[in-house]
């Protein structure tokens, strides 16, 4: 990793739904119609313009990613992913699939002016993923992608819990250690 893309990369702990950045990313279910845990505190926050919104587009792959407004949220766009549910699945065939969330994310982030991006660690609640794996292929896919980037300025990892802080910090220390 070189150090102008390490630049790009910020790791913070809180609440995603408090960050005014361009995009916001919201790991839900394949109905898009809201859930618990990070994508329940989007849409309280964001109002029910986005479960309108959201509704109009008639749900998600797992893998894939949609884009909506913000509304009341300080951010202009949520990009809604729907990661894998990591015990429903073989470990390549969930690792294929986080990564595709991020891709497809990162893409449509880029297509849309956003040049500021924060994801939640998208699958590593309800839907099990170890957060030691789910990081390794967060970041190594962020990295990957931001060395062709140009739209894509800064990408923003929010943890909520001090331990999953810790995890993304500690891989990105690993990777400076170990690159040229
Ligand atoms: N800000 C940042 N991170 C958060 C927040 C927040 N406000 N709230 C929770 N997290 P989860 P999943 C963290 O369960 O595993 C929903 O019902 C949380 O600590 O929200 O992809 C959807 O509708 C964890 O580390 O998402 C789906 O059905 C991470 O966000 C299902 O859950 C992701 O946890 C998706 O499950």
């Not at 859930?35 to 008639?58: F, M, N, T, Y």
């Not at 065939?93 to 990564?99: C, F, I, R, S, Y």
């Not at 292929?137 to 962020?142: E, F």
Request: aromatic share 8%; hydrophobic share 40%; charged share 20%.
């Amino acid at each position: 990793m070189n150090t102008e893309v390490r630049d790009r990369i910020d790791i913070r702990r809180g609440d995603i739904t408090r960050l005014t950045v361009d995009a916001i990313v919201n790991a839900a279910n394949t109905s898009l119609l809201g859930g618990g845990g990070v994508d329940g505190a989007i849409h309280r926050a964001a109002g029910p313009q986005l479960l309108e919104e959201c509704r109009s587009i008639g749900g998600c792959p797992t893998g894939e990613a949609r884009i909506t407004g913000g509304y009341n949220l300080p951010a202009r766009f949520v990009i809604h992913t729907v990661g894998p549910v990591y015990h429903r699945t073989t470990p390549a065939k969930a690792e294929g699939l986080l990564m595709s969330c991020y891709e497809n994310s990162l893409a449509l982030a880029s297509q849309n002016g956003a040049e500021e991006v924060a994801f939640p660690a998208i699958s590593c609640g309800i839907y099990g993923y170890p957060i030691e794996k789910a990081c390794r292929v967060a970041i190594d896919t962020t990295i990957r992608f931001l060395e062709t980037e140009t739209v894509v300025k800064k990408v923003i990892f929010v943890l909520f819990s001090e331990g999953d802080s810790k995890v993304y910090a500690d891989y990105l220390v690993h990777l400076e250690n170990f690159s040229d």
